[in-house]
C-alpha cells in the first residue's frame, strides 16, 4: 500500500504561484505512475497533469498547459506541481494520486490518492 499526502496549498492572487507537494511512502515509490487531478466547487474530479514512472514523460491538461510543471523526485519520494500564473478558475481541491498501470489523464486508472490539499485564487 502507498500512502500518499499533499501539501503546500494556499491562497493566493491571481497571477501568483503555488508549489504543491506530495510525499509518498515505501520505498517503491519509483514504480508508480503520479497524478495531479481537482476538483472544484460544485464541478466533477478533472484531470491536471501525470508524469511516468521515469520522470521523463508528462502530460497536461490543456487548461493548465504552458502554467503548470510536474515533477517527481524518485530519491526523496515525492512529487510537485508548480503552479504559476494562477487563475480563479484554478481555484480546487487538489489530489495526488499514484498508478500501478499507466500514466494517463483517467482518474479510474490511479489506485491511491491523497487526502487532497485547498488551492484558493482570488481575482
Known sequence: QVQLVESGGGLVQA??????SCAAS???????????????????REFV????WSGINSYYADSVKGRFTISRDNAK???SLQMNSLKP????????AA???????????YDYWGQ???VTVSS
Open 89 to 96: 478558475e484554478d481555484t480546487a481541491v487538489y489530489y495526488c
Open 77 to 79: 519520494n515525492t512529487m
Open 99 to 109: 498508478s500501478e498501470k499507466v500514466s494517463a489523464p483517467f482518474g479510474d486508472l
Open 26 to 44: 515505501g520505498r517503491t515509490f519509483n514504480r508508480y505512475h503520479m497524478g495531479w487531478f481537482r476538483r472544484a466547487p460544485g464541478k466533477e
Open 49 to 52: 497533469a501525470t508524469i511516468s
Open 15 to 20: 497571477g501568483g504561484s503555488l508549489r504543491l
Open 116 to 118: 487532497g490539499t485547498q
